[in-house]
Every structure is written in structure tokens, then in C-alpha cells.
């Protein structure tokens, strides 16, 4: 039987005032985390997919007048982040826009679920996902920050973010709760990249506000959204075309391919990539189905699945591959509206215990 591990934790950094100030704090005391996060990028574009650096640095720059456009509050905190991590804005959107800049050159990860409180039997609605990634470029999982925002004139929150990015996941004071799955597209585009419209997801008070700002982007690129608040749940599939909002009473879930038709993209439905989402989606929702009560337990072993393992709900590196193309669970994640709470796991859920930040 597999130990799980109860001293698994991150630190949360708090980061309090304005815009640019609270990115300043988070960029200063990231520094180092930062820097090697972004030499590991320059260091795989160039190895495995023949981009130098100077390139690198001028695609990310196209995304900046775009993101100001959408959201001075984000603008001044990148260029925060930016200044405290001693970097160029530049430097910073190769993270901000990692989605747009690196991720359409390779295969998405990540399978989610959002639960209605109707369904619960604790009469609690959760929004969870396993957060898997290519162990390179991200330091196989060591890329994590955890940042609370503290504000007087907008919701605080706590992300669960990847160094230099402005938030990916995360539960505001609304218990407005976020998580995210890559999607493919035919390419990005210049425009707001994903987790600027994520960080915005959880500037907003309710689920219609959310999906508003989702709409409102001019999206660089693709990203699945799963929320929930305590009166209601949704998914989102959003591209550069369009967003298609999913509503339930009760559960939905999500993987790393379209469950709604796409204007402009022809998504294919053969290979190995998509039969890994199409078996993780599946999976997840025979188990949602097949409950008998769905509670936080439950939830918590849903993440733990291996049917299919290595590349499970629980993934775990397939060392046959070569190591630039291995992946895993980095963490596992729930979120729990009404408490405005945060459980993460440390790793593998199935070996790390899921432990408690609140607001």
C-alpha cells in the first residue's frame, strides 16, 4: 500500500496593497525561483525546439499591449513582478504567456471536476483537479508558488501559480473557485494570453461576472475553465473563436479536448493525445456517476485513480519516454467554495495527503 505523506506543504506569500506594489512583493521574494524557472525555459526551446532565446523573448513581447488593454490591474502587477524579480516585462510574459508561447508545440495534461452542493452529502459544492506537467521545463514540480492577494477595492484570493505567472488556479473571497485544463487550438494569436483571463476569472464576484470576463478577451489562445461558487457550477471551453459555457445541477468534468464543437478548428480524434484525454475524461465521469455518495473522501480518491496508469487521472512519469517528454501529476488540488478553502496535495495525491489553505 502506497504511504501517504503528511508534511507535504507549500508556504503562502501574502503580498497586500497596489497593483504594482503586490506584484513587486511577489516578484522580490521569487527571484531565484523565477530566474531558474525561466533559464529552464530558454534552455528546452533551444535544445528541443530550435528557438534561441532573443526569439523566445520577442514572441512574449507581443502579448503585452494586449494584456493592458484587457486589464491595467494585471499590466501593473506583471510589470511588478518584473521589476522585483530584477527582469525585464519580457522576461516575465515568457511565463505570464507560457500557454500561447510554449504550449501549442507540445501535448496537454490535466483532467478536472466541478460538483454542485446538491449532489454532496455534506451539501458542499468542490472544484478540483490533478495538475500534471512535463517534469521539464518546470523543475519537475518545483516551479509552485502559492500567493495570497490581500486588497481593499476587489476580492482577495489565493493561486496556486507557476513562478512569474500572475495565478492558474485558485478561490477568491466570493467563493468564486478556479481550475484549469490546456486546450488545443490551430495556433495562438496575438491577444490576451489564458492565465491573464485566469487571473481576471478570479478578480469577480460571481460565476456570470467570471464568464464575462472570459468572453470580453481577446484570447491569445485556448484554455479550459471549471468553477464554481456556492449557488452554482460551469465549465467553459474557450478558444480564440469563441466560449462554450456548460451548466449542471449536478457534476461536470473535463479533460484536455473539446466537448463542444469549435467554430474554425477541426480537433483530431486519433493518436496517442487524444486518447489519453478521452480515457481520463471517461474515467472521471464513470466515477461521478457511479457513486453512491459523492463527498470530500470520495473526491479526494477520485484524484488518486490509476485506471490507465501510467497516464491516469493520478499520472505518474513513463520512464520508457525520453525525459524531455515525461510528465506526472505535479499536485492534486480542491477547492471548497462555501469555506473559501484550498486543499492541496504535495505531489502525487495518491502518496501525499491533501492539506488545508484558507483564506
Known amino acids: 500500500m502506497t504511504q501517504i505523506s503528511k508534511n507535504s506543504l507549500y508556504e503562502v506569500l501574502e503580498v497586500k496593497g497596489g497593483d504594482f506594489e503586490r506584484g513587486f512583493a511577489y516578484g522580490e521574494a521569487h527571484k531565484s525561483l523565477i ?8 534552455e528546452y526551446y533551444a535544445k528541443h525546439l530550435g528557438f534561441d532565446k532573443d526569439s523566445v523573448l520577442r514572441e512574449a513581447s507581443l502579448f503585452a499591449n494586449p494584456i493592458r488593454e484587457y486589464s491595467e490591474e494585471i499590466y501593473e502587477e506583471l510589470n511588478g513582478i518584473a521589476k522585483g524579480a530584477e527582469l525585464s516585462l519580457d522576461h516575465i510574459l515568457v511565463i505570464a504567456a507560457f500557454n500561447e508561447v510554449f504550449y501549442p508545440k507540445l501535448s496537454k495534461l490535466c483532467t478536472s471536476f466541478a460538483v454542485h452542493s446538491l449532489v454532496t452529502s455534506e451539501r458542499l459544492s468542490y472544484v478540483g483537479q490533478n495538475n500534471d506537467e512535463g517534469v521539464e521545463p518546470w523543475l519537475d514540480g518545483e ?8 486588497r481593499k477595492s476587489a476580492p482577495d484570493f489565493i493561486t496556486y501559480t507557476y513562478a512569474g505567472a500572475p495565478a492558474m488556479m485558485g478561490i477568491n473571497s466570493y467563493g468564486l473557485a478556479l481550475c484549469i485544463n490546456a486546450l488545443n487550438f490551430s495556433s495562438p494569436r496575438v491577444g490576451v494570453p489564458m492565465l491573464c483571463v485566469a487571473r481576471e476569472v478570479l478578480n469577480q ?3 456570470e461576472d467570471a464568464i464575462n470576463a ?29 466560449v462554450q459555457v456548460m451548466k449542471s445541477q449536478s457534476f461536470v468534468y473535463h479533460a484536455n479536448h473539446y466537448l463542444c464543437p469549435v467554430e474554425g478548428y477541426q480537433e483530431r480524434t486519433s493518436g496517442e493525445y487524444y486518447k489519453n484525454s478521452n480515457l481520463r475524461c471517461e474515467r472521471m465521469g464513470q466515477l461521478l456517476r457511479s457513486a453512491k455518495f459523492i463527498d470530500f473522501e470520495y473526491l ?11 497516464y491516469g487521472i493520478c499520472r505518474h512519469v513513463d520512464t520508457k519516454r525520453p525525459k524531455e517528454k515525461r510528465s506526472r501529476t505535479l499536485d492534486g488540488m480542491i477547492y471548497i467554495p462555501e469555506r473559501k478553502e484550498a486543499w492541496i496535495a504535495k505531489g502525487n495525491p495518491c502518496e501525499n495527503e491533501f492539506v488545508r489553505y484558507a483564506l
Not at 516551479?143 to 490581500?150: A, E, F, N, P, R
Not at 470580453?216 to 469563441?242: C, D, H, Q, W
Open 35 to 42: 530566474s531558474r524557472l525561466l533559464e529552464s525555459h530558454f
Open 205 to 207: 464576484k460571481s460565476l
Open 300 to 310: 479526494k480518491n477520485v484524484l488518486r485513480d490509476h485506471e490507465g496508469h501510467p
Open 143 to 150: 516551479c509552485v508558488v502559492l500567493i495570497k492577494h490581500t
Open 214 to 242: 472570459i468572453a470580453r478577451a481577446k484570447r491569445a489562445y485556448s484554455l479550459n475553465f471549471m468553477m464554481g461558487t456556492p449557488y452554482e457550477i460551469a465549465n467553459v471551453e474557450a478558444s480564440p473563436s469563441g
